[in-house]
C-alpha cells in the first residue's frame, strides 16, 4: 500500500508542476504583451506629439502670411472685416441710463453692481 500512495504522490507532484509550468508560460506571454503594447503606445505618444509641433510650425501666423502673399495672385484673398465677424446692430448698446464722463458722454462702464461690492 505503500508503493501506491508514493506513486499517487508522484503523479499529482509532477501534474502540479505541469500546471505551475504552463500558467508560468501563459503570464510571460501576457507581460510581454503588454511591453508589446507600452511601446506602441509610446510611439503613438511621439508620433502625436510630433504631429503638434509640425502643425505649430506650419500654422505660424508669420509663415501662413508670407504664403497668403506670396499667392494673392491666386487666392484671391482679402483681410476681414469687422462686419464679416459680428454686424453693428448685434453689438451690446450703452444703456440710456449709464454714468456719463466728463465729456459729456455716456461711460462704458455698467454702472449695475455686482455681487458683494459696496458703494
Known sequence: M???LDFMLIA???GMAAVTYSVR???DQKVDKVHEL???IKQEKDTIDLLKADWALLTQPTRLEA???TY???LH????KPEQIVQPNELPRIRED????????KSPVDAIATGSVKR
Open 2 to 4: 505503500l508503493r501506491s
Open 12 to 14: 499529482i507532484m509532477a
Open 25 to 27: 508560460h501563459q503570464t
Open 38 to 40: 507600452e511601446t506602441k
Open 67 to 69: 504664403l497668403a502673399n
Open 72 to 74: 494673392v495672385d491666386q
Open 77 to 80: 484673398l482679402e483681410q476681414t
Open 98 to 105: 449709464a454714468p456719463q464722463t466728463a465729456e459729456g458722454e
